[in-house]
């Protein structure tokens, strides 16, 4: 947490950037405008752009969007929405 911002989306950024390259996610404007970092973060739907790292030991639960198809890691298939 020290070495990252305060937000989820940091982490998940770091995360990709120093741990596992492969690792796929959407996001764009970091404002909470866009809504592309939309995922499901300890069993509810949130932004990771706006959602806080709580400074405590426990672990964080991140998945996809429920009830969606996933396309790779965290990245849902959002082509339903579009239709």
Do not use: W
């Amino acid at each position: 947490l020290k070495e990252c911002g305060p937000m989820i989306l940091d982490a998940l950024i770091k995360i990709k950037d120093e741990v596992d390259p492969t690792l796929t996610f959407r996001r764009s404007c970091r404002e909470g405008i866009c809504g592309s970092c939309a995922m499901n973060i300890n069993g509810k739907n949130g932004l990771a752009c706006l959602l806080y790292i709580e400074p405590c030991a426990q672990a964080i639960e991140i998945q996809p969007l429920p009830h969606t198809y996933v396309v790779k890691d965290l990245v849902p298939d959002l082509t339903n929405f579009y239709n």
